[in-house]
C-alpha cells in the first residue's frame, strides 16, 4: 500500500483537532497538552512492545 504519507498525516492531525475541539468548554489547554502527552508515551511503548 503506497500512501502519500503528508496526506494521512494532516488526515490524522485534522481528525484530533476535531476530537479535541469536542472539549473546548470543558478542559484546560494544560490537561489537553497532558493528556496528548500521554497518549504519545503510549504510542512509543506500544511500539517498543511490539519490536520486542
Known amino acids: ?7 494521512v498525516a494532516q488526515a ?6 476535531e476530537d479535541i475541539h469536542e ?4 478542559l484546560y489547554m494544560s490537561t ?6 500521554i497518549v504519545k508515551q503510549q ?3 506500544d ?3 511490539d519490536s520486542e
Do not use: H, P
Open 43 to 45: 504510542l512509543i511503548n
Open 32 to 37: 489537553v497538552i497532558g493528556v496528548l502527552e
Open 1 to 7: 500500500m503506497n500512501l502519500n504519507q503528508g496526506a
Open 23 to 26: 472539549f473546548d468548554e470543558t
Open 12 to 17: 490524522l492531525v485534522d481528525r484530533l483537532l
Open 47 to 49: 511500539s517498543l512492545e
